[in-house]
């Protein structure tokens, strides 16, 4: 099994994802429940070509945490 951390940001339009451990592996969608269907697509759609070029599989290095500061 492996692990991806996904980043998806709020866009004027929508939504956009990312994978930093994938370069180029990218999604947009109009609401975060596209975005995350399409950036699961979109990994999937990855892996297949770097395993159907015989390319290992990028290990994972990212990794993501959430702070939530109170601010006076």
Not at 28 to 41: A, D, L, P, W
Request: charged share 25%; glycine share 6%.
């Amino acid at each position: 099994m492996i692990k991806y951390v996904i980043i998806y940001e709020k866009t004027e339009t929508g939504f956009s994802a990312y994978v930093p451990d994938l370069p180029g592996c990218i999604a947009t969608g109009t609401t975060k429940s596209m975005v995350q269907k399409n950036i699961f697509e979109a990994i999937q759609f990855h892996l297949e070509g770097l395993k159907e070029e015989k390319i290992k599989f990028p290990q994972h290095r990212t990794d993501a945490e959430t702070f939530v500061f109170a601010v006076k």
